[in-house]
């Protein structure tokens, strides 16, 4: 069974508005990555926070950790159309998992 | 630089037949994955390579699928024999330093 549970399954904004995706985890974990997939790029690495930070930023991207609730949640600013993909957390423990993804849909 | 390239893009088989499909990562990294991505899933982990020795190999049905690595560069992932529920895209990944991966357009399989 994967490691990560991302929430919302799937998730529709205006352009402009902010995103919001959640992932929990089940085990310890060395670091959490965030990737972004749509048809055009495939999968890209978006970022990553190390198991001793809470919070990292990355242009119109902000991720959270909290280790003790085992989740971190991934917020994108001022969201674009091209934003439209599926995003996935990925931890690093003892194995590397993927969650199950959150698809968020920007509507122009 | 150039990113990791995978062959082929598409391929369609019958159950119970054999498939493979090659990697080339990105020069200079150390580190190789191969992936199954379900429909509607997140990538699963099958198997990651340090160089040319396996790092973990825990979810790969060891039965019918198997992976190397050989003098530590390309690689490949075989299938034998395949069943329908193998049918997914295959995706391999590499990295230089085992946190920020770089994934290739993967291979979609359909098993009929």
């Known amino acids: 069974s994967q490691q990560g549970e991302e929430d919302p399954q799937a998730l529709s904004i205006q352009e402009g508005e902010n995103a919001t995706m959640n992932c929990s985890y089940k085990t310890s974990i060395n670091n959490l990555q965030w990737y972004r997939q749509n048809s055009g790029r495939g999968l890209v690495h978006l970022i990553l926070i190390r198991s001793n930070e809470r919070e990292k930023h990355s242009g119109r991207l902000r991720v959270t950790l909290d280790t003790s609730k085992k989740s971190s949640s991934l917020l994108i600013t001022a969201s674009r159309a091209a934003d439209t993909a599926s995003y996935f957390c990925?931890?690093?423990?003892?194995?590397?998992?993927f969650g199950t993804g959150t698809s968020l849909t920007v509507i122009p | 630089e150039a990113g990791v390239a995978q062959s082929p893009r598409y391929k369609i088989i019958e159950k119970r037949q054999s498939v493979a499909f090659w990697c080339n990562p990105i020069s200079g990294h150390a580190t190789l994955y191969w992936y199954q991505q379900i429909l509607g899933q997140g990538p699963k982990l099958l198997i990651q390579f340090q160089n040319n020795g396996v790092v973990d190999d825990s979810q790969l049905p060891k039965d019918r699928f198997s992976a190397e690595r050989l003098k530590g560069v390309d690689s490949t992932l075989k299938i034998q024999p395949a069943k329908l529920e193998d049918s997914a895209v295959y995706l391999c990944?590499?990295?230089?330093?085992?946190?920020?991966?770089?994934f290739g357009p993967g291979t979609r399989l359909t098993v009929t």
């Open positions: 990925a931890t690093d423990g003892n194995q590397f998992y």
């Open positions: 990944a590499s990295s230089v330093n085992n946190y920020e991966q770089y």
